[in-house]
């Protein structure tokens, strides 16, 4: 069957850029999909997805300009319904099947088959496939229908004379213009008010020709860039960006800041890039450098530049989307533009400076934090005591504990600032810089400075001993807060960023090894939020806990089995679960491994069935030889093993214990565990709780068991 490569492109005014993307690749999903169920192209046709402000196209090969027919096995009715006793067709058959083109002679023809429990009538049709028009027009509709938009327009269309009123279209943008090309055929199909040709437009200000005529669908892009000079492929044009980014700022002995999200943007806001090196003034690189490049990312688009040691330069990249043959007006047009930006970093800057801190403390109480929990005042005193009560539960020093209270009472202030007002993200920035300025301790400065973090998966932890405890106390505070009013996370809503909250808490207590308790840290802060359950609050935080727990744990590799293994013990120090998945990993590698487990599977087993047990073994009272070997094997490794544990050494623990496969075997083997002698069944009881005990002290190695 001949087939003819596809293009499809719908020409429309500019796209939100940060959708585009993901409008280009929905487009062209939905429309192939579309087409490969109706049979129109084959299940591996190779697809090209294009998107541009001003387009969104999809190429796709192997295209049949009609489908083959297929055969179709239509179920009619039940057997008892559709044939009498006689087995001649009643009238119900006869009517089903004139309904679908046939007659009484296509009776003989119909085939029986079970449908659940009855005989069913079926009948054998061929269905013409579908024209390539009527493929593309359902097509086309449902990969309009079904678009990411981010937010709905309503239009008009040119008034047609022959109809009364107006026609309104609802789409993400104006459509202009819509192509459909079979090899060099056009389709006829039309959206949105269009009707489909061969012709779209180029750029705005550099296409050579206006239309531009697209002869076949295999021209489109080398097309669009001869004539229309537009680089229709989001993929190339963002690597053609990236490209130009690097090659500017390596001419002149910088890199550009590296920003995946704002490299996707700018892709979506040109067709035809041309990277241009600006400049600022320099008596702006007195601003600290997270406002000047924020400003310049968020407000203009900029890439700014940084040397060698990591610092700003007073040059930046554009982006532009016109190649004129003088750029200085555009580099002059950047530069005029940024130069208020910064002006105004500049201005909040020094106003701010103008008051410490420590002044701006009492504001916080006109803050609204929550109208259940209070201020942000309210909330700075609460986690001040929490941060204190970890201090001394680590031990600090006097000197640092004072430290801690200051950047816990100090955290929040910068809220209060100039900057932040402007600039929400650079919360907690600004304060380190605001905290130098006042002459406090460097470690106060970089507390606040760092107690938001970590901000996000893979952001580095506070930099300092107190600000690791401010960052806990604060996060440690929101959890309680909210767990304790009922405030949680459910499904993908999560406005107070619970989850985000507790992955750093793990994060902060396992990579920093904090030697404290999860227990200690919660009960307290939920007692020091003022609740009356404390207990129940921070039984229900720890599970939040351990469930963000296991799902980070097996996202970073560890297998279902381990990680349910550690976790079962709910081990409060976080700083050790790490060694345990370790000891476990190489545990689980050992020959004897799958035997103990399923034994420490066993064990457990008998012990819940036989209640409340005693681990003690009177030695007098073993009469089999294998319970004797096994206590006495367990005589000579259980204090080796214990000794293991108690020095952190989880893997060299457990593997101790994989000498006792043997022994454990044979008295599986050859013992009765519930003898009929009331002592002697107790005592084995107590041999199999004291065995139990040694070989869960790392983790529940029954969840080993397959």
Known sequence: MTTQNLLVELFVEELPPKALQKLGAAFGQVLTQSLKSQGLTAADAAVTEFASPRRLAVHLTHVVAQAPDKAVLQKLMPVAVGLDAAGQATPALIKKLQALGA????????????????????????????????????????????????????????????????????????????????????????????????????HRFEAAVSPVTIAHADDYDATLQRDGAVLASFTARRAEIARQLQAAAKKIGAQAVDDDALLDEVTGLVERPNVLVCAFEKQFLDVPQECLILTMKANQKYFPLLDAAGKLMNQFLVVSNITPDDPSDVIGGNERVVRPRLADAKFFFDQDRK???????????????????????????????????????LHYSAIDQAHVLQAAELAKTDLLTDMVGEFPELQGIMGGYYATNDGLHSDVATAIEDHYKPRFAGDALPRNPVGLVVALADKLETLVGMFGIGNLPTGDKDPFALRRHALGVIRILMEG?????????????????????????????????????????????????????????????????????????????????????????????ILKKAGEVDAHVNPALLQEDAEKNLYAVMQQLLPTSEAQFKAGDYTASLQTLAALRAPVDAFFDDVMVNAEALDVRLNRQGLLKSLHVAMNRVADLARLAS
């Open 103 to 202: 007659d009484a002679s296509a009776v003989p023809t119909l085939k029986q088959a079970m449908d659940g429990k009855a005989q069913a009538l079926f009948f054998e049709n061929t269905v013409r496939g579908v024209t390539l028009a009527e493929g593309l027009q359902k097509a086309l509709d449902e990969a309009i229908a079904k678009l990411p938009i981010p937010k709905v327009m309503s239009y008009q269309l040119e008034r047609d004379c022959a109809l009364p009123g107006w026609t309104s279209v609802s789409f993400v943008r104006p459509a202009h213009r819509l192509v459909a090309l079979h090899g060099a055929s056009i389709v006829p199909v039309h959206a949105l008010g269009l009707t489909a040709g061969n012709t779209t437009q180029g």
């Open 355 to 393: 008051k410490t801190l420590a002044s701006r403390v009492a504001g916080l109480s006109k803050v609204v934090y929550h109208n259940q929990l209070g201020s942000q005042g309210e909330r700075t005193e609460k986690v001040q005591q929490i941060a204190q009560h970890i201090a001394i539960g």
């Open 513 to 605: 090894d904090l030697a404290i308790d999860l227990h200690a840290l919660l009960v307290p802060a939920a007692t020091v939020r003022g609740f009356d359950n404390p207990e129940q609050i921070a039984e229900q935080v720890t599970q939040f806990f351990f469930d963000r727990l296991s799902g980070s744990l097996r996202e970073q590799g560890f297998s279902a089995q381990e990680v349910d293994a550690v976790l079962a013990l709910r081990p409060q120090r976080l700083g050790e679960i790490a060694p345990r998945l370790n000891a476990v990993r190489a545990f689980s590698a050992l020959a004897e491994s799958p035997a103990l487990a399923s034994a420490n599977k066993r064990i457990g087993n």
